[in-house]
Structures are given as structure tokens and as C-alpha cells.
């Protein structure tokens, strides 16, 4: 563990945390409404067909291929070998193809391929996902990511105090938008592990600030003859070594995924990496300044006392 002799002054700096978290939310939010999200397959619908070459192909070759015989919206990428090759083609529908030809994707996709290399290519399998069923993926994901804010902030209302509900709640709602809006900058595709990745931030997060929370709950209790300001710094500053061994820790992981993990899962490792180091500023700097703008006080912690004339009433 790290051991800080003085108490960082966090809260010094919270006037420049709240103007930074503004202007990354307002980017955010108009970014999603200039752009949009770059929706993949599993939410635009589409098909996806896994084939199998001799020898390793060449992935531009293969886009090639597919953009000089009309498939516009698609993406291929190795998948477990540099032999395995996935291509998903998005909205096939839009390409001239009507549903019930849909399935049959796969195996134009095959045939153009065959005719453009020399290899012996195999159609290991096609899947075919409708728009409806990406549309429903879509609402079922917002859904449930409000009813698990909304079952935290109950949570840590009864765990703690309603005071530390809001903060954690709106830095959670911090770090989903700033995840959401850096993929809505960078376009990159929003997917099913994505969802997946932004949800573990919300873990994550969580994580983070109750432990800070719980701190602060105890120096309130424990401290005397400081305001809350200082509470709050001292608080921080004892759980500051844990969060950041946690936080380093989990990126040499996510750095790891990055670097060797392949394209198959680059969209979950960067929502991840991303989130971590949002997840790790808003529990210091978001969760806590919130506290202080709704003035948490020793009196929000302590349980009102019975008056001493109820206490001489009692037997």
C-alpha cells in the first residue's frame, strides 16, 4: 500500500473537476445527437458469416471485394486464427436483398470470395439478425441500465444515506454518458459486448465509490473539530492507495486485451479502459463533490437523538 503523510487537498480542485466533467458531458450529449452511436450488428441487424481460408487471406483484399460488388455497410476481422475470417454485413436488407433472401448472404458472400481468390474457402456457419430483434436488443439494454440505477440508488439510500445515493447515482450517470459519448466521437461500433463493457463500468464504479463512501461515513463519525470539507479530503486520501492499485492493476489487464485480444473483443477492452479511468475520477471527484453541494454535515450521519423528556417517560 501507499502511504500519503499529508492529506491531498481533493476537494481544493472540485471548482476545475466540475467545469472538466461539464464540458465532457455537453461533448457527449451532442455528440449523440450530431452523430449518433455507431450501432453494430447485433443492433442494426444484418449477417454475419464465419469462413474458413487455406492459407492466411488478406483482410483488405476481402473488403475489397466486397465494396466492388456493392456491400457497403460491413466489417471483417480475423477470429481465433489468421485463417478464421468473420465478416458481418449490416443492413442487408438495404442492399436490394428482400427478407426472405436474407439467409442466403452467406452464401453470395462465399461464392464472390471463391471467385476472387485461388484459395479453398470454407462456410463454417451464417446468422442472420433481424432489425427487430436489434431494435428490441436496444430498448431491453437502456432498460435495464435505468432499472439498475434506479435499484443502486435504493441501495445505498438504505446502506448509507440518500445524500450519498444522489452522488453515487450521478456518478454513475457521469461515467455511462462519457463511455457512450467517447465511442459516439470515435464512431466506434456499439455492440452487444460494449453494452456488456459499459455495464461492468457501472460495477466497477460502484464499486470505488462505496468504498470511499464508506470512508467518509466513518470520519464523520470519528473526527472532531474539522468541517466536511477536510473530512471528505482525509477520507479520499486513505483510500486513495487502494484505488489506485485497483485501477492500475485492472488496466494492465485491459492493456493486455488491447494489445493481443484481437478485433473480436478491441470494442469491449477500449469500453472498458475507457470507463476505468472515468470510473476512477468520477468516485473521487464526482460521487464527493456532490456531497458537498447537497452539504453533508456529521447531523445527516447521526441518528436523531430521543428528547430527554420521551427518555424520562420510558419505564
Given amino acids: 500500500m501507499i502511504d500519503f503523510k499529508n492529506t491531498i487537498d481533493f476537494m481544493g480542485k472540485r471548482k476545475f473537476a466540475t467545469m472538466l466533467s461539464a464540458i465532457l458531458i455537453i461533448i457527449s450529449i451532442g455528440s449523440f445527437f450530431l452523430n449518433g452511436m455507431r450501432f453494430g450488428l447485433d443492433f442494426t441487424g444484418g449477417t454475419q458469416a464465419e469462413l474458413l481460408y487455406e492459407e492466411s487471406p488478406s483482410l483488405e483484399d476481402i473488403r475489397s471485394t466486397l465494396g466492388e460488388n456493392g456491400f457497403q455497410n460491413y466489417e471483417v476481422v480475423f477470429f481465433g486464427s489468421d485463417r478464421d475470417v468473420v465478416i458481418r454485413i449490416q443492413d442487408v436488407q438495404e442492399e436490394g436483398l428482400p427478407l426472405e433472401e436474407s439467409n442466403q448472404t452467406g452464401d453470395r458472400v462465399l461464392a464472390l470470395l471463391r471467385d476472387a481468390s485461388n484459395q479453398d474457402i470454407e462456410l463454417l456457419r451464417s446468422e442472420f439478425i433481424g432489425a427487430q430483434v436489434g431494435d428490441e436488443l436496444r430498448e431491453q439494454g437502456g432498460l435495464g441500465m435505468l432499472v439498475a440505477l434506479i435499484m443502486i440508488m435504493i441501495y445505498i439510500s438504505l446502506r448509507f444515506q440518500f445524500k450519498f445515493a444522489v452522488g453515487a447515482v450521478v456518478a454513475l450517470a457521469h461515467d455511462v454518458i462519457i463511455v457512450l459519448g ?27 465509490t462505496i468504498v470511499v463512501s464508506d470512508r467518509i461515513r466513518e470520519n464523520f463519525r470519528l473526527l472532531r473539530g474539522v468541517d466536511s470539507t477536510e473530512t471528505i ?36 477492452a477500449v469500453a472498458l479502459t475507457a470507463g476505468v479511468l472515468v470510473g476512477t475520477y468520477s468516485s473521487i ?15 445527516d450521519l447521526i441518528p436523531a437523538q430521543k428528547d430527554d423528556e420521551e427518555l424520562d417517560a420510558l419505564p
Fill in 233 to 268: 479530503n482525509t477520507s479520499i486520501t486513505q483510500t486513495f492507495s487502494r484505488t489506485i492499485i485497483t485501477s492500475l492493476t485492472t488496466l494492465l489487464v485491459l492493456i493486455a486485451l488491447l494489445l493481443v485480444g484481437g478485433e473480436m473483443i478491441s470494442g469491449f
Fill in 182 to 208: 467517447f465511442f459516439s466521437v470515435m464512431q466506434f461500433d456499439f455492440d452487444l459486448t460494449v453494452l456488456a463493457a459499459v455495464l461492468a463500468v457501472v460495477g466497477y464504479s460502484l464499486n470505488d
Fill in 285 to 299: 471527484y464526482v460521487a464527493a463533490n456532490v456531497l458537498l453541494y447537497m452539504h453533508i454535515s456529521k447531523e
